[in-house]
């Protein structure tokens, strides 16, 4: 464990550091790269107006996407959701809820030369597929995974 | 009168059936096979030696522990190990049904056969068993899968003191977790840095924090063994934080993480490990499942779900294959895996192995004297508070198995008389000791059932809609299909209600007609449920050992138990249950 890296982060004020990487699916999300397209996909209520309006509907799935999820969330109100693009020329990462209020739950633009690896800590409502959407070269590439959340005991 | 051994043996076979107490350790011995003497007479191996045990549950002394006659196995793992019991499992591992193997393996006949066999178990007799096996086998290691500081009155009152320092003295080298973080994060911390330093070593691999993902333990070890380097790895139980207290835990974080676990065998690869094997408290159809996703692993030697497998289940994956092995519970078995290596320049290669289950018969080993002292020791303080009498009971008192055993039901019972309740809800842990008809049920035999850390008993106003919400959510954990959303716990128990559950339906259609009192329960309308063991902060109750030695001081004498069974769809010809 780096206790030194922990205690100097403690000082300059994590809240504000981690917060930053937080994006809530079940508040309306302020989109961090506002921009044209943003506000309608945010504002979605399902899946499939979501993926349209991020111009993903015919999003195929790839292997090339690792999205790592917990199969089932330790506190379903920080779910930590990370996505690595191995495609090439990865231009957007973006990040879905299926089964949240409002589905997506961020989006993140590469500027050139950006490592497209992402993480993010999401809130569920419920049992859902987590689902991540990524741009590159003009096409959209999907995959996705079940988080289960459950009431939790009862264990062995 | 000279005596052959085929008549010696039918003379045995009569005296069991008979009931007598076969409590000669030679009389016993010359029915395990091999002769008198030769039950645990192991020849060696190889030159790479594993001994493990796991869930013993602070069973520090001999008992007596059934096993399942409900262990279901749905799609894939349908008629495959773990999910066999009782005459199904005899069969698929060509064990003589009446001997003392069937006796340790399955629940057939339990009473009478645990008369005739005696006691398993306890530390004493495992230490010289343990200490027999490492004379034969020099440089052996010797493996704890954890859930080793919980299930007793002793460990609970002196916070895993007593295992602690049982497991330092078996000898233990290295162990893994799962029911110890239930003693909260720091006792955890103290116990891994002061008590095991140099000594034990407790890994994990799988246990992060939450912020940036540091490892919380060491993830793995590197050994030598005659010449021949073996990497242990870690694998603490996944779901820790959901199927027990999180605020126990609050900076630490889980999961199955099977690609950190790949990564981890690569790395002991990479530094010259010729046999890798993972120290698992995954639960064995979790283990199953990883073995054919992480490649490079010699074998698992697993634990949590309790499952008493009597030879390992071969996975065969891109990599080769991996042996997975579960060891049972409660200190009822030991495990000996051997594995020959070749020795010299660029070798290194695995040409063989040999896997065998031991029972640890207390009958059939004498006490470690040195064990036996410390046991002694730890007992003295609580000795009049263990063996007060509750009551007698007339029936036999169990709980493993998927749904309701005899002992939860005897506790659901008391709930719903000594909580006024409706319903009542008691948890599907896999631990506790059985009560054979006629014992007398001591305080130390309900602590068997009870001693948490979170014991508190609660009475809680549901509405049928919740009822069906909880239920369904316990029944995923257990019926899932996919492995990795089971967290190893049996069904909740339930008593006052009756119910229908199809393990084989999605999540939300299993459980049905539910009834009280022969009438469907009523959408809207609330009833009044008890529970215990709830995993919220800042829950308060009873403790559920004083609510249920409060009902067995009363009743002084518990009549068998009519066991409220939910009526099971689609499971008819499952060889995980018999009827």
Known sequence: MNVTRRNILKHLGTGGALAALVVSGLMRPIAAFAGQWSKPSFESKDMAAAMKNLDAAAAVDSKDIVLTAPAIAENGAVVPVSVVSNIPNTTRISILVEKNPFPLAGSFEMTEGALPDVGVRLKFSQTSNVRAVVFAGGKAYMTQKEVKVTAGGCGG | ?579
């Not at chain 2, 007596?64 to 793992?77: H, I, T």
């Not at chain 2, 835990?249 to 999961?255: A, D, Q, R, S, Y």
């Not at chain 2, 065969?316 to 594995?339: A, E, P, R, Y």
Request: aromatic share 8%; with cysteine.
């Open chain 2, 1 to 579: 009168m000279a005596m052959h051994r085929r008549e010696f043996l039918q003379v045995l076979a009569a005296a069991a059936a008979a009931g007598f107490a076969l409590d000669s350790p030679d009389l016993l011995a010359a029915q395990g096979g091999g002769g008198a003497g030769k039950f645990y007479d192991l020849p060696r191996f190889g030159n790479v030696s594993l001994l493990h045990f796991t869930d013993c549950h602070a069973q520090l002394s001999p008992i007596y522990f059934r096993e399942p006659s409900v262990n279901l196995g749905l799609g894939a793992a349908l008629g495959k190990a773990p999910h066999l019991v009782g005459e199904h499992l005899l069969k698929a591992f060509r064990i003589k049904p009446g001997t003392a193997e069937a006796h340790a393996f399955t629940y057939l006949d339990f009473a009478q056969a645990a008369k005739t066999y005696g006691k398993i178990g306890g530390f004493a007799h495992l230490a010289t068993l343990v200490k027999q096996l490492r004379a034969s086998r020099p440089g052996s290691l010797l493996l704890d899968g954890g859930d080793t500081w919980q299930g007793s009155a002793t460990a609970l009152w002196s916070r895993g003191q007593d295992m602690v320092d049982a497991s330092k003295l078996l000898g233990v080298d290295i162990m893994t977790g799962h029911w110890e973080f239930t003693l909260g994060h720091q006792r955890v911390e103290e116990i891994v840095a002061k008590d095991f330093a140099g000594k034990i070593e407790f890994l994990a691999q799988n246990v992060k924090t939450s912020d940036f993902g540091d490892p919380v333990f060491k993830p793995y070890t590197l050994r030598e063994m005659n010449g021949v380097p073996v990497a242990i790895i870690g694998q603490a139980f996944p779901y820790t934080p959901i199927a027990n207290p999180r605020w126990m835990v609050p900076e630490w974080t889980f999961g199955i993480q099977e690609e950190e676990m790949q990564k981890v065998v690569d790395e002991a690869r990479a530094k010259g490990a010729q046999v890798v094997v993972v120290l698992s408290h995954n639960g064995m159809d979790v283990d199953l499942k990883m073995a054919t996703r992480v490649t490079g692993i010699d074998a698992i030697l697993g634990g949590h779900t309790h499952d008493g497998v009597p030879a390992p289940s071969i996975v065969k994956n891109s990599g080769g294959q991996t042996l997975v092995i579960n060891s049972g519970s409660n200190g009822k078995f030991l495990s000996v895996l051997d594995f020959d290596v070749s020795v010299g320049k660029g070798t290194g290669k695995i040409q063989g192995y040999r896997y065998k289950l031991l029972p640890v018969f207390a009958n059939l080993l004498q006490a470690d004297p040195a064990m036996a002292a410390h046991i002694e020791k730890v007992r003295a303080p609580y000795q009049d508070k263990l063996a007060e009498k509750l009551a007698v009971s007339e029936g036999l008192l169990y709980r493993r198995g998927n749904f309701n055993g005899s002992w939860d039901q005897l506790i659901l019972d008391a709930m719903l008389e000594v909580k006024g309740a409706d319903i009542a809800f008691s948890p599907g842990f896999r631990w506790g000791t059985t009560i054979l008809p006629g014992q007398t049920i001591t305080m130390e035999h309900l602590m068997d059932q009870t001693a948490i850390t979170y014991p508190w008993s609660t009475l809680t106003e549901m509405s049928a809609e919740t009822i069906k919400t909880i239920l369904e959510d316990v029944g995923d954990n257990l019926f899932n299909p996919d492995p990795y959303y089971q967290q190893g716990g049996d069904m909740v128990r339930v008593g006052g209600m009756t119910y229908t559950c199809d393990p084989n339906a999605r999540m939300g259609s299993r459980i049905n007609d539910m009834r009280l009192n022969g009438k469907p329960l009523e959408a809207g309308k609330t009833y009044k449920v008890a529970g215990w063991a709830p995993v919220a902060e800042g829950a308060k109750g009873e403790p559920i050992w004083d609510v249920v030695a409060r009902y067995l001081r009363d009743k002084k004498t518990i009549a068998p138990r009519k066991l409220n069974m939910p009526k099971l769809v689609g499971m008819a010809g499952n060889p995980g249950m018999q009827v």
